[in-house]
């Protein structure tokens, strides 16, 4: 296991970038067929949705989803970074912008029922304001942490997601910046709070989904998580030893998951 | 430079920002040996020995050194500082607020849903809510009118949380600064910390903003520009610039924190 413990500083950052390793790893059809082979022994009835979270808590579920500020930040602040990087603007005005599109896009008919958009559409002006001052946080730590690197980097248009075939499984890694250096790619991730004991494989298992939902299976060359509140950092290695663990570790906790449905059911 | 004013500014803000052409080059050296002081000084409290459940220190901890009654502290109080909190992020993005207890109550309650608070404030006979929004009301006009305007290019962000993991785990640091204005992207020290109380400003105070630039400077290995806090209550503002000697401070301020939990378990 290649885990790194760094505080987070801009000299560190760009050194975790920097001294990542020059060759990334390719995972094959094998690869693919083997994980869908155990996630296939390991049936549920209905679709099952696995991530780093559900690693890091080893299966257990939490409280039921719902949209709230402190929810809604990640995705209205990367959106408005990404608006920045085509449209400079203040981040307080790209997360207007992306808040009026998102909803314009609930008044056109054009978002599903509980989306963000549908939320937001519902959502009285205060609690407005409120999504607005936490999406600003969100997008102003971000480009923060952008403008301290030296290497070209860009907002993803979305998470990764990655379908295991036949096996009702949806994997989804959370990225916030991709860095490009030398024909590599290196994956920041942002998360609140502080790091605990399982963020390692949390982190690992965000590496195996990101290199499974590229086509062609090449896996980054290292995975960094940011916790800017306990200003620390992480980051694990895209190697096939690495790899290998988060694919059990994903395995290891859709199993967990179904054990606890069982023991619910009962 | 420390500046204390009896009437507010023009702009707190404005006051906080100060002349960038007065700005010190950013310290990014001070945050090691502090942190040093901190791990050394709980070592000589605590030992090596491994805690089940950690010490935490929060800004609240070091408010109250004393066994004494802080009127802050009372539900009706906490209740007047989470809701003149609220307005305080939502005056951070511009928003404009006509009906500060509504708006604030509204805010609140999408953010947080239910909790012991929000039912204690259920729990409010009509006479009792309406002297609460009457009250929340005088604190928004005087946060208001000394706040001003806070311009988008400061890079506003409200309710910053802190956290600090101190000697393998065996204390903990928590924080959260209600409002901080500057980049930390700067060659030139530039982020300035706000904290608003709707209690009068004492010794308590002090300790608070001390402690906000102390966890600023540990989270992000960068030395803030200046530390501030806010009375809503009486319209007062503490603003103290930041250098290593007020950081010391805090830290032996956390140790006595730290050594007051220690004896008492």
Known sequence: ?266 | MTTMLDSSPVSVVEALRGDRSKRPLIDIASASGLRSLLEDGIFAIIGAKRLDTPLVVRTSSLHQRFATTDLGMSTSGRIRGVLIGQLLRLLSVGMSIDHPFDDALTAWRGDVGANELTEHLDALDDDERARLATDLEAHFVTLTRALGEIPARWTPRSSVRIFQRLAGGNVALRDVVDLMIGTSTSDVASIALFDVTTSPLGEGAERSMRFHALMQTLRTSLMPLRTSTFSSATGEIWIRDVDYELLARSVEDVLACVRDQWSAR
């Open chain 1, 1 to 266: 296991m290649t885990l790194l413990h760094r505080r987070l500083a801009k000299a560190e950052l760009n050194d975790l970038v920097a001294k990542a390793p020059a060759e990334s790893v390719q995972l094959t059809d094998e690869h693919r067929a083997s994980l869908s082979t155990r996630f296939r022994a390991v049936s549920v009835p209905g679709h099952r949705r696995l991530d780093a979270w559900g690693v890091e808590r080893a299966g257990r579920s939490g409280s039921t989803f719902r949209w709230s500020p402190s929810t809604a930040r990640r995705a209205l602040g990367n959106a408005s970074l990404r608006r920045m990087a085509t449209r400079p603007a203040s981040v307080r005005d790209a997360v207007r912008d992306e808040l009026g599109d998102q909803m314009l896009r609930a008044t056109s008919g054009y978002s599903r029922s509980g989306s963000l958009s549908q939320w937001l559409a519902s959502a009285p002006h205060p609690v407005i304001g409120l999504v607005t001052a936490e999406a600003v946080n969100w997008a102003t730590q971000l480009q923060e942490i952008s403008q301290w690197l030296d290497a070209p980097w860009e907002v993803p248009a979305s998470d990764a997601y990655y379908d295991v075939a036949s096996a009702r499984t949806t994997l989804r890694a959370r990225r916030d910046l991709i860095v490009r250096n030398e024909g590599t790619r290196t994956i920041v991730r942002v998360r609140s709070g502080s790091p605990g004991k399982s963020a390692g494989p949390g982190l690992r298992a965000d590496l195996t989904i990101e290199a499974l939902a590229d086509h062609e299976g090449i896996a980054p060359v290292r995975y960094i998580g940011l916790w800017p509140e306990a200003g620390v950092c992480l980051s694990v290695d895209g190697t096939l030893t690495d790899l290998r663990s988060g694919a059990r570790d994903l395995v290891r906790t859709a199993v967990a998951q179904r054990r606890q449905s069982t023991l619910k059911a009962a």
